[in-house]
């Protein structure tokens, strides 16, 4: 996990992790292999955890998002301290 300070002061990390929601079923084995993810589980029908092996979890995410049609979201995982008041 990397760690990055933000404007007001919190701390945000991003793990090696991405969630992606396809529109109709994938081929998910073709997809794992393409991207070079490897498969944490199904969280529902069509929406997918999986493991980003080399890259930036962001820019994964991001050329998910921007290149294959049957893709709804491809988000990173964060992470963050909830802190009470």
Not at 73 to 78: D, L
Request: no cysteine; proline share 5%; net charge positive.
């Amino acid at each position: 996990m990397v760690f990055y300070g933000t404007s007001d002061n919190q701390v945000v990390g991003i793990k090696d992790e991405i969630m992606v929601s396809f529109k109709k079923e994938p081929n998910i084995s073709n997809f794992l292999k393409k991207y070079n993810l490897t498969f944490i589980k199904e969280i529902i029908p069509q929406v997918f955890l999986l493991r980003v092996k080399e890259e930036n979890p962001i820019d994964v995410a991001n050329k998910i998002f921007e290149n294959e049609l049957n893709v709804k979201e491809s988000i990173p995982n964060f992470y963050t301290k909830i802190q009470s008041r």
